[in-house]
């Protein structure tokens, strides 16, 4: 009798929580078709003239494409360097038994909860010459990404047999043959959900952008926002439609590997 009630309570708080969740994301959809009057008042929800002369107005920007190949550099030059490292140094932790790997190790996991010191971080890109430059960020995104990518990768891995790489061995397979031919295929999963997860972080991030890119004409996609908004004006209707434009490649990737992202962020976890 439980079960019977339990059941559809359960569901309908789900109801009502996502009902919660995606209201917000209905304004900013409604509102991007709205006038620049209508959508700064916040009084109706649906327009009273559907405006879809809004996107074709922030498409038209000067600097869109320009932001766009930005996003594109930075993105991907993070994704692929953070894969590489966490594949291989997870390899290591999750194959090789002695303290100096298990410290390592912790200092990973140490990083999942460190937060990033905006003025150090600052003052070593000036050190290094790298503030201002794709290079430097870059390296900021990976050093941020890693730790969480190290234990989800480790994780997985663990979860492999050893008698694989034993096999290798026996066969005349050497470390990084193994690593290369055996294990990396079989990351597939958690790269995808790895990759999907930075994604979505790397595009949509405002701040790391704001704090180390100080030439505007190195400005990613969100940072263009500001091309709306000065201090006298506020044209939210463009805001709203410019907002859905950037998180577009994000919700089309994130639902054609929605089926490798569960597996792998569930194998990872539970494995680890």
């Known amino acids: 009798m439980r079960k019977r009630i339990g059941k559809p309570l359960l569901e309908l708080a789900l109801a009502v929580a996502a009902f919660f969740y995606f209201f917000p994301v209905l304004m ?30 922030v498409l038209s920007g000067e600097r869109i494409l320009q932001s766009l190949r ?9 994704i692929a360097l953070t894969l590489v490292l966490a594949a291989v140094a997870s390899f290591v932790t999750a194959r090789r038994q002695s303290r ?14 460190a937060p990033l010191m905006y003025i150090p971080t600052i003052k070593t890109l000036q050190f290094l010459s790298l503030m201002n430059t794709f290079t430097g960020l870059i390296l900021v995104v990976v050093a941020t990404n890693l730790p969480f990518a190290v234990f ?3 994780g997985f891995i663990k979860g492999i047999p ?42 949509n ?14 400005w990613t996609l969100p940072m263009l926002v500001y091309n709306f908004i000065s201090q006298y004006v506020r044209n939210w209707n463009l805001v709203y439609a410019f907002l859905i434009l950037v998180s577009l490649p994000v919700v089309a990737l994130f639902i ?17």
């Open 70 to 78: 930005n996003s594109v550099i930075i993105s991907s030059f993070s």
């Open 205 to 218: 991030d405002l701040s790391m952008p704001l704090f180390f890119l100080n030439d505007s004409g190195k």
């Open 28 to 57: 900013m959809i409604l509102g991007s078709f709205k006038s620049s009057m209508e959508a700064s008042a916040f009084d109706r929800l649906w327009p009273e003239v559907w405006e879809f002369g809004n996107f074709r107005q």
């Open 152 to 154: 989800l990768f480790t």
């Open 256 to 272: 054609a590997g929605q089926k490798h992202f569960v597996s792998g962020l569930m194998s990872g976890a539970v494995k680890g």
């Open 162 to 203: 050893r008698e694989l790489d034993e096999s290798a061995f026996v066969d005349g397979f050497g470390t990084m043959r193994i690593f290369w031919s055996i294990i990396l295929p079989l990351l597939a999963p958690v790269i995808a959900t790895q990759s999907i997860l930075m994604l979505v972080g790397v595009w």
């Open 100 to 113: 100096f790997v298990s410290g390592v190790y912790f200092l990973f996991i140490a990083g999942l909860v």
